[in-house]
Nanobody, 124 residues
Framework: QVQLVESGGGLVQAGGSLKLTCAASGRTISPYTMGWFRQASGKEREFVASISRAAGNTDYADSAKGRFTISRDTAKRMVFLQMNSLEPDDTARYYC?????????????????WGQGTQVTVSS
């Protein structure tokens, strides 16, 4: 079992930045592809970014490309999402997830463990 806890969310003005952190406990995250999803009010949870086991490969949703950067510190069991140039449409609850998958998982069903999320609100 892997327990995931997100932090770093908050209220920021459009154009600002936030860095989300996901801290894992219970097991090492080294076997897992790690991902970030988000869910805005009244909408489906959607893929944002993922990073492979060895941190050599990343995958981003089109909405995140060029603005968000995912990274991981496997030794510290932590995953990060640096978000720059934030827009009001980025307002959502952001979730960290772990997938026992060798590819670039983008579907919720591909992820085995989830955190409770952290709220990001971007004001215009």
């Amino acid at each position: 079992q892997v327990q995931l806890v997100e932090s770093g969310g908050g209220l920021v003005q459009a154009g600002g930045s936030l860095k989300l952190t996901c801290a894992a406990s219970g097991r090492t995250i080294s076997p897992y592809t790690m991902g970030w999803f988000r869910q805005a009010s009244g909408k489906e949870r959607e893929f944002v970014a993922s990073i492979s086991r060895a941190a050599g490969n990343t995958d981003y949703a089109d909405s995140a490309k060029g603005r968000f950067t995912i990274s991981r510190d496997t030794a510290k069991r932590m995953v990060f999402l640096q978000m720059n140039s934030l827009e009001p449409d980025d307002t959502a609850r952001y979730y960290c997830a772990a997938a026992n998958d060798y590819g670039f998982p983008r579907l919720r069903i591909q992820y085995d463990y989830w955190g409770q999320g952290t709220q990001v609100t971007v004001s215009s």
